[in-house]
Nanobody, 124 residues
Framework: QVQLLESGGGLVQAGGSLRLSCAASGLTFSSYVMGWFRQAPGKEREFVATLTRSGDNTVYADSVKGRFTISRDNTKNTVYLQMNSLKPEGTAVYYC?????????????????WGQGTQVTVSS
């Protein structure tokens, strides 16, 4: 079956960096648009970033633009999220998701598969 396994979360001070990874199995990875979402305590899950199957085109939430970078390695079936200049409001569980489509999407409902999430805590 399809599995998405996130890793790389942890505790970091404001202004610091983390790199999240999401390893996929059970699917033809290069056929899937991949996305990252996050859910802060007491809030709705929200879009962070997405990229096309080739990785050539990316879309970011305004709140992370210029600080976060999404990328993928189709030879390793892995998508990454490099997070720089982290802010305390970035504290959340970060989820990766997979969408079998040509088009990237910022909508949760468009994604078929989800990982279990990895916790990121940014201290002030």
């Amino acid at each position: 079956q399809v599995q998405l396994l996130e890793s790389g979360g942890g505790l970091v001070q404001a202004g610091g960096s983390l790199r999240l990874s999401c390893a996929a199995s059970g699917l033809t990875f290069s056929s899937y648009v991949m996305g990252w979402f996050r859910q802060a305590p007491g809030k709705e899950r929200e879009f962070v970033a997405t990229l096309t199957r080739s990785g050539d085109n990316t879309v970011y939430a305004d709140s992370v633009k210029g600080r976060f970078t999404i990328s993928r390695d189709n030879t390793k079936n892995t998508v990454y999220l490099q997070m720089n200049s982290l802010k305390p409001e970035g504290t959340a569980v970060y989820y990766c998701a997979a969408r079998r489509s040509v088009w990237p999407s910022a909508q949760m409902v468009d994604y078929s598969y989800w990982g279990q999430g990895t916790q990121v805590t940014v201290s002030s």
